[in-house]
């Protein structure tokens, strides 16, 4: 089955391309030691903070207290902790006010005002339905729940005609598969007989044409009989 007249043919030699030499994009005449970690010799934009050497702070002279008025926004440290406080505990000999009272009668004020205050004035756009503009208008949610029974119902559809089909399917028996290829192999060998009676020159297009016939034939007969040979269970739909 594996017989062709292109095995005659020599094949060239494929040779894989070189991948291109590496070439660095320094010139090598940096100095190595610049590469090198814990170097102290100073190197241009290779450092972080001060330069070694140039730091002259005494510890000593550290800052001292209340000598820096801290400031919170715009009011002081004192003014922001005077609005923190609470208000001062009242004194011994401060004295509150005894006996005062009103003469003012709360019950019938009260009553008063209630009578005399006015409704709260509504919006009839937003309370009559009728204004809405959403109003005789299908809601979405009766749109979405319509279009997912329907989805559901065509699912199950679709469900009960393959178990339909299953049921209809029958399975080929074993010897039926082995003379099926058998079959496909007479075929193929045929097919292949008339392949190699070819000439070599396919000077026409109709010569051209029924080598491309052939070829296609017998690669559908191969791919049948690969199928045929790796199924274990053929399955033969009704209709």
Same mark, same amino acid.
């Given at each position: 089955?594996?017989?062709?007249?292109?095995?005659?043919?020599?094949?060239?030699?494929?040779?894989?391309?070189?991948?291109?030499?590496?070439?660095?994009?320094?010139?090598?005449?940096?100095?190595?030691?610049?590469?090198?970690?814990?170097?102290?010799?100073?190197?241009?934009?290779?450092?972080?903070?001060? &330069?070694?050497?140039?730091?002259?702070?005494?510890?000593?002279?550290?800052?001292?207290?209340?000598?820096?008025?801290?400031?919170?926004?715009?009011?002081?440290?004192?003014?922001?902790?005077?609005?923190?406080?609470?208000?001062?505990?009242?004194?011994?000999?401060?004295?509150?006010?005894?006996?005062?009272?009103?003469?003012?009668?709360?019950?019938?004020?009260?009553?008063?005002?209630?009578?005399? &205050?006015?409704?709260?004035?509504?919006?009839?756009?937003?309370?009559?339905?009728?204004?809405?503009?959403?109003?005789?208008?299908?809601?979405?949610?009766?749109?979405?729940?319509?279009?997912?029974?329907?989805?559901?119902?065509?699912?199950?559809?679709?469900?009960?005609? &393959?178990?339909?089909?299953?049921? =209809? &399917?029958?399975?080929?028996? /074993?010897?039926?598969?082995?003379?099926?290829? /058998?079959?496909?192999?007479?075929?193929?060998?045929?097919?292949?007989?008339?392949?190699?009676?070819?000439?070599?020159?396919?000077?026409?297009?109709?010569?051209?044409?029924?080598?491309?016939?052939?070829?296609?034939?017998? =690669?559908?007969?191969?791919?049948?009989?690969?199928?045929?040979?790796?199924?274990?269970?053929?399955?033969?739909?009704?209709?």
């Amino acid at each position: 089955m594996e017989d062709s007249i292109y095995e005659l043919l020599p094949h060239p030699e494929i040779v894989a391309p070189k991948a291109p030499l590496y070439h660095s994009k320094h010139n090598g005449t940096t100095n190595p030691n610049n590469f090198e970690m814990g170097v102290r010799e100073p190197k241009q934009n290779a450092t972080m903070g001060l &330069a070694m050497g140039t730091i002259t702070v005494d510890p000593a002279s550290y800052q001292k207290a209340h000598t820096q008025k801290l400031t919170l926004g715009k009011c002081s440290a004192t003014d922001w902790v005077k609005m923190i406080r609470k208000d001062p505990v009242p004194l011994r000999a401060e004295r509150p006010i005894m006996g005062k009272r009103s003469s003012k009668d709360f019950v019938t004020s009260n009553a008063l005002e209630t009578i005399k &205050a006015k409704p709260p004035q509504v919006d009839n756009s937003d309370f009559w339905y009728t204004s809405k503009p959403d109003f005789g208008k299908v809601p979405g949610y009766l749109k979405r729940t319509k279009r997912q029974i329907a989805e559901e119902r065509a699912k199950m559809d679709a469900y009960l005609a &393959a178990q339909e089909q299953d049921e =209809q &399917a029958q399975e080929l028996p /074993r010897e039926e598969k082995e003379q099926l290829i /058998r079959m496909l192999k007479l075929k193929w060998q045929q097919i292949n007989s008339d392949f190699l009676k070819l000439p070599f020159a396919l000077d026409t297009p109709a010569k051209k044409k029924r080598k491309e016939l052939y070829e296609a034939q017998l =690669q559908q007969i191969e791919k049948d009989i690969r199928l045929l040979e790796r199924s274990e269970k053929l399955i033969v739909m009704a209709g």
